[in-house]
C-alpha cells in the first residue's frame, strides 16, 4: 500500500482566531458595513461585534454565527481563514 506524507502547515488555535477577527473587520469594511449594522443583522449585540473584532482572536464565535456574517457581508466564509 503506498502512503503519502502531506505537507501542511498548521497555525495554532489562537493564531487562526485573529485571523477571523482582522478578516471579519476587513470583509465588513469592504461590503461598507457598520459594526451596529452587522450587529443588528446577526442578532447579536454591537458589544459582542466589537470585542470579536478588536479582541484579536480573545472572544469566538460559534460556527453558525460565522455563517451569518459571511451571508452579511457577501463573503464565502472560508475568505475568514486566510
Known amino acids: 500500500m503506498t ?3 502531506r505537507d501542511f ?3 495554532s488555535e489562537e493564531e ?3 485571523n ?3 478578516n471579519i473587520r476587513k470583509y465588513r469594511k469592504l461590503a ?5 449594522q ?4 446577526i442578532d447579536k449585540s454591537y458589544d459582542y461585534v466589537r470585542k470579536l473584532e478588536y479582541k484579536k482572536g480573545k472572544i469566538s464565535c460559534k460556527k453558525y454565527t460565522l455563517y451569518k456574517i459571511a ?3 457577501h463573503t464565502p ?6
Open 3 to 5: 502512503t503519502f506524507k
Open 20 to 22: 477571523i477577527s482582522k
Open 71 to 73: 451571508k452579511v457581508l
Open 16 to 18: 487562526m482566531k485573529k
Open 32 to 36: 461598507g458595513i457598520t459594526q451596529e
Open 9 to 11: 502547515t498548521f497555525i
Open 38 to 41: 452587522l450587529a443588528v443583522d
Open 77 to 82: 466564509i472560508d475568505n475568514f481563514f486566510e
